[in-house]
């Protein structure tokens, strides 16, 4: 009964398609469409979705019959297969005027990209492999902000990755494969780590990255871990706390950059004591002029890389230094800096780094681009408060609040407010005429601000709902949340600061609180120059930044070739000491 109830409704849906066409076709003919528009271009004309993605099609041009109408029907009753296009049930097509829009069946949210009024053809596909940084291995599902991510920004970056980068992505990629946890080959790195000795000739050399401090401090310096892995071909693992569990995507296909939970080393103060290199070079029981080949070298090193570790330490950034560390197969490094800069320093990594990165301001655009994907929980959070409150906007504007000393609130927040509107990121308000009319209909332009805390917020709606602009646009403000105090230890608040960071660099504008590690963060992945809550003089408010990269505070104070102390800001024409933290570095063009 099943196989005749299945064969009626095939020749009925034939019955009825097979009428349908002859009427459309005349219709075509008639009109002249056939000339104007073939079926073949239209099919090419619409960019079929990868898993993840809307569907749409245009409206047809002015005067010719309806094609997207006849083609929607061919693909409802099957007529028309296509290998990567699953059409959803009738209920999920959606009318808004003669635009028709069918929803994949796993995309939960719409993306902002639309096709003209007037046009036969929709937008460009985005770049969803942003230029070849991503690889093609990956599936949809697994991590959507992978492949999704590229259309929730409104213009592609303008940081073009190298072809020579690309190359030594997936050069990393294959060596993490073949070295990766739960390999043959690094089942046997550890063997040799618990054996206690060291041995040069091993086939797969690691660095195990330790966490410190907060969300932002951490992913700087994995990105900076990340780039010393690239630079000597070791293959990075983190050692991802229960804080980390949920909030970034797997970076490498086919493997993991998770450390085993097996891993016979765990981080403690004991390890500095006795396996630092900083310590060790100190106590003369390790140097970079040693016979290694007929010494006695500890199984692991470990590299204290924080903001308060000391000349001895920082002997790292140095030629020899890393000719001496290439010697170990297993390196523990523990940072909360950004610290890629100093890399620049070193003589022999010169030539590799100018391939990598012909534009130095982009090593983090490309580096954290690349690394950083949210988890499809964290992506949830981003996506659905976009549509919620920022895809229907005009213009974006970010405001990422941090305060690491007191401050008094009502002048602070009146300084973020005049830096706005004194650059003309933001309209002023009219606060004598009550009555100015609005433009209506229009879009509003919107803010998203991020705080510990939500008088910042509040101060900047109350302005705009209280008073009209006077240029009589609508701005909406808004802040995802506010959790009062900073707790890096607990899971849901690093995915709520990680979702919160990412919306943060899809905006249009970016203002930034001095030396804040959240707001480097996002500058990066958004590709943007952030507006500095800093004063430059007496009359400017705040400074316009000349760089995206985030600023490495702490740097080392010597120069290994000279072999004394400089100020490292000034030895070369790309690393000039950061606007928001003079202390520190930042990489420029």
Not at 64 to 71: A, E, N, Q, V, W
Not at 214 to 233: E, K, P, Q, T, V
Not at 247 to 271: A, H, K, Q
Request: aromatic fraction near 12%; include cysteine.
């Amino acid at each position: 009964m099943f196989e005749g109830r299945t064969l009626g409704y095939g020749l009925a849906r034939s019955l009825f398609v097979f009428p349908f066409l002859a009427l459309a076709l005349l219709l075509i003919v008639l009109s002249g469409a056939h000339r104007s528009l073939s079926l073949d271009l239209l099919l090419s004309s619409y960019a079929v979705p990868s898993e993840g993605e809307p569907l749409r099609f245009c409206r047809s041009r002015r005067g010719s019959f309806p094609l997207h109408i006849l083609l929607s029907g061919l693909l409802l009753f099957g007529q028309i297969p296509h290998p990567r296009l699953a059409i959803p049930p009738l209920s999920s097509f959606t009318r808004r005027d003669d635009i028709f829009v069918a929803y994949s069946v796993h995309h939960s949210a719409v993306t902002n990209s639309s096709c003209s009024a007037g046009s036969s053809t929709a937008e460009p596909p985005k770049d969803e492999l942003l230029g070849g940084l991503m690889s093609v291995a990956f599936d949809g599902a697994s991590c959507l902000s992978r492949h999704q991510s590229a259309w929730y920004r409104r213009k592609p970056s303008n940081h073009t990755p190298s072809p020579y980068l690309i190359r030594r992505l997936r050069r990393y990629e294959a060596l993490h494969k073949k070295c990766g946890p739960n390999t043959k080959l690094y089942r046997k790195a550890v063997e040799q780590l618990v054996s206690g000795t060291s041995t040069a000739a091993a086939e797969c050399n690691y660095v195990v990255w330790v966490p410190s401090d907060g969300l932002g401090n951490r992913i700087i310096s994995i990105a900076s871990a990340f780039l010393y892995a690239l630079l000597n071909d070791k293959v990075l693992l983190l050692h991802r706390t229960d804080d980390m569990g949920d909030l970034f995507c797997e970076p490498f296909p086919e493997t993991s950059w998770v450390l085993p939970s097996d891993f016979p080393v765990r981080y403690s103060w004991v390890l500095e004591k006795d396996h630092g290199y900083g310590n060790l070079l100190k106590n003369k029981l390790l140097s970079s002029d040693m016979d290694t080949a007929n010494a006695s070298l500890p199984a692991f090193l470990y590299l204290h890389l924080v903001h308060s570790n000391d000349e001895f330490d920082k002997m790292f950034y140095c030629e020899e230094g890393q000719q001496l560390l290439r010697k170990f197969s297993w390196l523990l490094l523990r940072s909360n800096q950004y610290f890629a800069p100093a890399f620049f320093l070193v003589p022999e990594f010169e030539t590799e780094l100018s391939l990598l990165f012909p534009e130095k301001t982009a090593v983090f655009h490309h580096l954290g681009t690349y690394l950083f994907h949210p988890s499809n929980t964290v992506w949830g959070y981003i996506t659905r408060y976009y549509e919620a409150y920022l895809a229907n906007a005009k213009s974006r504007l970010g405001i990422q609040i941090r305060l690491f000393r007191r401050a008094y609130f009502d002048s602070h927040s009146d300084y973020i407010i005049d830096c706005a509107l004194t650059k003309r990121l933001l309209p002023n308000v009219n606060l004598t005429d009550t009555a100015l009319s609005t433009i209506t209909g229009a879009k509003p332009r919107s803010v998203l601000v991020t705080s510990l805390r939500s008088g910042y917020f509040e101060k900047l709606r109350n302005m705009y709902y209280e008073h009209a602009t006077t240029t009589g646009e609508v701005i909406s403000v808004h802040q995802p949340s506010h959790e009062e105090e900073q707790h890096s230890e607990k899971l849901n608040h690093n995915m709520k600061a990680f979702a919160e960071i990412y919306l943060l660099s899809l905006s249009d504008a970016l203002i930034t609180s001095p030396f804040s590690t959240f707001g480097y963060v996002a500058q990066g992945l958004g590709g943007l120059r952030p507006w500095l809550l800093v004063r430059p003089d007496d009359h400017d408010l705040c400074l316009h930044s000349t760089s995206m990269e985030p600023c490495f505070h702490f740097p080392p104070s010597y120069d290994c070739k000279a072999r004394k102390k400089v100020d490292i800001g000034s030895v070369a024409p790309y690393l000039r000491h950061c606007e928001d933290f003079p202390h520190g570095v930042r990489l420029f063009d």
